[in-house]
């Protein structure tokens, strides 16, 4: 069971001091690729700096920075602190990039360790069944499928996380709701920013892992 002392080293913070699931056909990725460059230039702030550009009103904790990570964690993979709302991708050399994330509403957030087999950017969104059977009245009328931009629900990147070659219909992706960062507000999915994901994106390869631990189980080092 993967726990607190698994995870991290205890000093004066985490690591140190300092989604609704969507399919992507190739098809509709090919119709609307041309537009990738102007939506990027539109969820991205003028003069954007990660750790300090702000103008979604977040919380300043859930801005980009680089961390500390314990020893033993494996660069390339992704970590989801679900108590303190933080994903950690590590890197090389004992560092880490912590993000603010949103998860999931309820008993919709499923923890466990999966495998990124996917990388989709401007992806286009499809309720699951289960989503449709659940909310109706909410989710039928997007049966046959959103295109991808920045009104999208998976907004401007989305991870697909699968357990073998099972999809699980998770996803770690953007936002077009970025004052929910810090919240439980998806249908299963992990949210971010989408100027972070962005930004996470061409960092992340297709085989890593990604582990999302529970919501009651603390993974911020104790004071």
């Known amino acids: 069971m993967l726990t607190r002392r698994h ?5 004066t913070a985490l690591f140190g001091a300092a989604a609704l699931p969507g399919i992507l056909p190739s ?3 090919a119709s609307t690729q041309g537009s990738w460059s102007k939506w990027d230039a539109r969820v991205t702030p003028a003069n954007y700096v990660p750790e300090t550009s702000n103008p979604w009103g977040i919380a300043p904790r859930f801005l980009p920075k680089r961390v500390e990570a314990n020893a033993g964690l494996r660069p390339g993979d992704i970590h989801v602190d679900a108590v303190a709302r933080y ?7 004992g560092t880490a990039m912590r993000y603010g994330v949103a998860i999931a509403r309820g008993n919709l957030y499923e923890p466990g360790t999966y495998t990124i087999r996917r990388k989709a950017k401007w992806p286009t969104w499809t309720p699951t069944a289960a989503m449709i059977k659940r909310e109706p009245s909410t989710y039928a009328q997007f ?3 959103v295109p991808g931009g920045p009104t999208n629900p998976l907004g401007s990147r989305a991870l697909y996380l699968y357990v073998g070659n099972r ?3 998770l996803r770690i992706h953007g936002t077009p709701s970025p004052r929910s960062i810090g919240g439980r507000a998806s249908s299963g999915c ?4 989408m100027a972070h994901i962005n930004g996470l994106y061409g960092k992340v390869q297709t085989g890593s892992t ?6 009651e189980t603390y993974l911020t080092a104790q004071s």
């Open 190 to 193: 992990v949210r971010m920013v």
């Open 87 to 93: 994903l950690y991708f590590i890197e090389p050399e």
């Open 143 to 145: 049966a046959d499928g």
């Open 210 to 215: 990604a582990v999302l631990y529970p919501p």
């Open 167 to 169: 999809d699980t219909y």
């Open 7 to 11: 995870f991290i080293q205890t000093s």
């Open 27 to 29: 098809a509709a990725a």
